[in-house]
């Protein structure tokens, strides 16, 4: 129904202009050749009012002409234009009727009549009159691209797709015919005959925007995102000042994570509208991705002067504040998200986050309890708060909240896992392992679960066959993770295979060169191939990155005899 009232609005616009023109098309002198005495007389007064914007004393004066001259189809038509202007179409459709009953042929009367067709729903009358224009006035290029608009909205393509092809080859200079036939071949989904149609209209008409800003829309749904870039900027430069065109091109800069070319995108949005919260609030976002989080800070705390409950801007800022480590106004802005408000739950993740990482379990937990009797059955909640109950080593309340998680939704691969985790603290092997096996079974490609079975096998030395093929397959899927590529090498150590355990240990410490475990095993690894100098090295860094468990790497210090 919107599309058929803008559409409705754009065929009155175009009358209306028509109208104001009249006479340019017609002339005074052909009026005035059929219209003579009082009926020109009243017929003039009647143009003059219409020009003035008098339309009720113009429809007074054309119908004061019809007294005399009832017979003449010109007067007929300017009175159903004062009509139409009016928006009064039924009355405006009768006068043209009458008008082509006294002259079937009248070229301005049938496009008008045309018109209202069009824009009344009547759409087999309006198809049927501009075909009768086609025929008679071959060269009218209007009747061509109101005919295939007709058939495209009605989503006969095939029809308007012939219809403008029929218009292109009869005027191949005319560009609007070329830019309605790209049109129409891009609602088929033939881009590329739509961009060449659109090439060509632009070749005719260079400054066309139009049809650069579909060019680029085309190549951006493509894939050629660097050609699209290219085509919006060429439209900015004919129109700088175009909203639309800037959006889409800052859309193709934040997809290929160009943040600084997306900025100065929105920052000259935001000089055309300073007030647009949600184009402050997108800025925000961009600073936030680009690294500069007090920019984003500005943004969000300007988006939340004028807009004080848009909480969704809110919880921005609380990240925003979170991400530049001021936890307490971080915790403030999360606070200010009330019950009510559908990020209330996020709220309460983030403050239990912080919560946690301040070492307050206390108010995360109570936080988290909290929610949860919000939202009884949210199994997200019971992750969340099993996961802080297994940080704080509270494992069997973290095994009872994950369990009842997984009563509820069954095929939750993430709950398996996090049972599987806390079963290992717990020393329950064989419940881990089921675990784990549920949760690769419902996500096979878990790569953080396939290696954490994987390496809990190669720790434990057993199924070190298995635990090969499981650590492979999730390097397959993160081939850069050093912890997965530590895991592949104690599974070569446990097979025996030193200096394959050697290469990829160098190999994880490229990633992760301070990881205390995977220094350990550095040193394991040298030790076993008599490197016993270059072992102690490897042990001293672990415990020099705090390793978890010191008096064992001590031992192992001990007994090469430092």
């Not at 008008?112 to 071959?138: C, F, H, M, Q, W």
């Not at 969340?384 to 095994?399: I, P, S």
């Not at 049972?419 to 419940?431: A, I, M, N, P, R």
Request: hydrophobic residues 40%.
């Amino acid at each position: 129904m919107r599309k058929k009232r803008l559409i409705t609005c754009a065929i009155i616009l175009m009358i209306a202009v028509t109208v104001s023109w009249s006479f340019a098309f017609h002339g005074f002198g052909a009026a005035r050749s059929k219209i003579r005495g009082k009926g020109y007389y009243y017929f003039m007064l009647g143009h003059m009012n219409y020009r003035n914007g008098l339309l009720d004393t113009a429809a007074e004066y054309y119908l004061k002409a019809l007294k005399f001259e009832d017979r003449e189809p010109t007067i007929y038509t300017e009175l159903a234009s004062v009509y139409l202007k009016k928006g009064e179409f039924e009355k405006a459709e009768g006068y043209l009727e009458t008008a082509l009953e006294l002259d079937p042929g009248n070229k301005r009367a049938t496009e008008l009549l045309a018109g209202i067709y069009s824009a009344t729903g009547k759409r087999d009358e309006a198809v049927a009159l501009y075909k009768e224009l086609i025929n008679n006035y071959p060269d009218e290029e209007e009747a061509f691209l109101q005919l295939s608009t007709l058939f495209a909205e009605d989503k006969n393509f095939e029809e308007a797709e012939r219809t403008l092809g029929e218009l292109v080859e009869k005027n191949p200079g005319y560009f609007l015919g070329y830019f309605y036939l790209g049109r129409t071949l891009a609602a088929q989904k033939k881009y590329d005959e739509a961009l060449e149609n659109y090439r060509k209209a632009m070749e005719i008409h260079p400054s066309f925007d139009s049809a650069i800003i579909d060019s680029a829309w085309i190549l951006d749904l493509q894939g050629k995102s660097d050609e699209a870039a290219q085509m919006y900027m060429k439209a900015i430069k004919l129109n700088p000042s175009n909203r639309l065109v800037r959006e889409r091109l800052g859309q193709i800069y934040i997809l290929k994570k160009e943040y600084e070319k997306a900025v100065d995108q929105y920052e000259t949005l935001k000089s055309f509208d300073m007030n647009n919260v949600t184009l402050r609030t997108k800025l925000g976002l961009l600073y936030f991705e680009s690294g500069e989080i007090d920019k984003a800070i500005d943004e969000f705390n300007f988006v939340l002067t004028l807009k004080p409950d848009d909480f969704r801007a809110r919880m921005f800022l609380g990240g925003a504040y979170q991400e530049k480590g001021m936890i307490q106004q971080a915790e403030a802005e999360f606070s200010k998200v009330p019950e009510d408000s559908e990020y209330y739950r996020d709220a309460i993740f983030h403050l239990a986050f912080l919560f946690s990482k301040r070492d307050e379990a206390d108010k995360a937990i109570q936080s988290l309890t909290k929610l949860r009797e919000k939202y009884p059955e949210d199994v997200e909640v019971m992750l969340f708060l099993g996961e802080v109950y297994y940080d704080n080593k509270m494992h069997r309340e973290a095994e009872e909240v994950l369990k009842e998680a997984i009563s509820r939704v069954p095929d939750n691969d993430r709950a398996h896992f996090l049972l599987g985790v806390v079963y290992d603290k717990l020393g329950e092997f064989e419940l881990l392992e089921k675990q784990m096996k549920r949760a690769i079974e419902l996500n096979p490609d878990d790569a953080t679960a396939l290696n954490y079975l994987g390496y809990t096998y190669a720790d434990r030395n057993v199924k070190l066959d298995e635990a090969e093929t499981m650590i492979k397959k999730a390097l397959d899927i993160k081939p850069d993770d050093g912890y997965f590529i530590d895991s592949l090498a104690w599974v070569y150590y446990r097979q025996g295979k030193m200096k394959a355990a050697l290469l990829e240990l160098e190999r994880a410490i490229k990633f992760v060169p301070d990881d205390p475990v995977v220094l350990e095993h550095m040193g394991d690894v040298l030790r076993a191939l008599s490197r016993d100098e270059e072992a102690i090295q490897f042990y001293e860094r672990a415990l020099k990155n705090n390793h978890e468990n010191p008096e064992v790497v001590q031992n192992k210090m001990k007994e090469i005899g430092k």
